[in-house]
């Protein structure tokens, strides 16, 4: 498994984000060689804004109080705004959560990687797995100066986001799992955090938009960052959508014709505009409809973070799941390697089928993997009857003190 364009490392990690960056500085930090492929030009190339909660790993990974040292404090309110701002609702988590730029927060992790000499690769995309005897054992990728290469390892992780290159090509459903969603960030927003501290959703049901009448039920969104500066976007809730009648599918141009008219006019929702500057703007997906069926998908290969769909499908930030999710994979991996930190060959008992059944039997006993799971048990329970049985503002509005027992629940 070596050639003159082709390298072996202990770790092998699809996507520079989150997910990836973790698992390469659990990895390097216990000794083992890894490598990052990423096809940007930075590591978590897109400008966003982002929150998360203030979980152990966060200060495990980045280092204590890293987190509130970026960011801006929520008391933990999530303001849930009825169809037409007609009503609102607010609950609350009981642990710390931060807003904060996107960029400062990768920096932070691709720093640490680079002082554990994780090698980055940037502008090289990855474009299939490399098999031997039925094993992924590596993966082909053109480089930034257009060379095939590839490179090989004990374990290839799969962590490139809401269409996995690896996953995908081992048949992971991802137009299944994914929903459009918009992101954009604004400058000069029209708001103060004493007043709008906590995120804001804005329920949108199908049938409501007079303009767009069988555009899918969605959720807009507001969160604060600091200096004025805010994330705010739509969500577009899919996973009712394959059994209502009264929806059609929409292309990305009636979605920003749908976005461009909320900016404007939307009540509580466009208000935020007023003044503002739009810094950033983009349609992507987001996995948030479904899990991906396995994580393994072949042997050899783990789907980590949005690859495998294990984010917070209520919208929320899925950073803290990546995260958990790829510290405990990398120490289940390590666990059963059984091989010298500075072995170059390959390990093939590490991908018997008992032990892939046992990294799947403790992750699906993890304590992250069980809160995914009943998280997205609870949103299909709460988009069937909000979404599609109620479906339109009138009815949801008129039935929002039930909604409010189940948002008590999200």
Not at 263 to 283: H, L
Request: aromatic share 12%; glycine share 8%.
């Amino acid at each position: 498994m070596t050639s003159e364009n082709s390298s072996f490392y202990n770790f092998v990690i699809v996507g520079g984000g989150p997910a990836g960056l973790t698992a390469a500085i659990v990895a390097a930090r216990k000794g083992y060689r890894v490598i990052i492929i990423e096809k940007g030009d930075r590591t978590g190339p897109k400008p966003r804004g982002e929150g998360m909660a203030h979980m152990p790993i966060v200060d495990k990974i980045l280092g204590k109080d890293f987190l509130s040292s970026i960011g801006i404090k929520s008391n933990g309110g999530r303001v849930w705004h009825s169809p037409g701002d007609l009503q609102r609702f607010t609950t609350y988590k009981d642990y710390p959560h931060y807003f904060f730029e996107w960029r400062t927060f990768i920096d932070r992790f691709t720093e640490i990687a680079k002082k554990l000499e994780v090698k980055i690769l940037l502008n090289c995309e990855v474009l299939e797995p490399v098999e031997e005897d039925h094993i992924t054992v590596g993966v082909k990728f053109r480089d930034q100066d257009n060379r095939i290469k590839e490179v090989y390892g004990n374990v290839i992780f799969d962590c490139s986001g809401y269409e996995g290159v690896i996953g995908k090509k081992y048949g992971i459903s991802y137009a299944a799992m994914n929903c459009p969603i918009i992101k954009c960030l604004i400058s000069k927003a029209n708001y103060t955090l004493k007043e709008t501290p906590d995120l804001q959703f804005y329920f949108i049901g199908n049938g409501d938009l007079k303009f767009a009448p069988e555009f899918p039920p969605s959720v807009a969104y507001f969160f604060p960052l600091k200096d004025k500066k805010a994330e705010v976007g739509l969500m577009l809730r899919m996973g009712q959508v394959p059994n209502m009648k009264t929806v059609s599918i929409p292309d990305d141009n009636k979605i920003m014709e749908v976005w461009k008219d909320l900016k404007q006019n939307y009540p509580g929702f466009s208000i935020y505009f007023k003044g503002a500057t739009i810094d950033y703007e983009e349609i992507t997906k987001l996995p948030n409809a479904k899990m991906a069926d396995t994580f393994t998908p072949n042997k050899g290969v783990v789907l980590i973070g949005d690859s495998a769909g294990l984010i917070n499908p209520f919208g929320s930030s899925g950073l803290y799941y990546s995260m958990e999710m790829a510290n405990l994979w990398v120490n289940y991996c390590i666990d059963k390697m059984n091989t010298d930190v500075n072995d170059i060959h390959f390990n093939e008992k590490l991908w018997r089928d008992d032990n892939i059944d046992n990294f799947n039997k403790k992750f699906e006993d993890s304590k992250v993997y069980k809160e995914v799971k009943d998280m997205y048990n609870l949103i299909g329970a709460f988009e069937y009857k909000i979404f599609n049985r109620l479906r339109v503002a009138e009815k949801i509005n008129k039935k929002w003190d039930y909604i409010t027992s189940l948002l008590k629940q999200a």
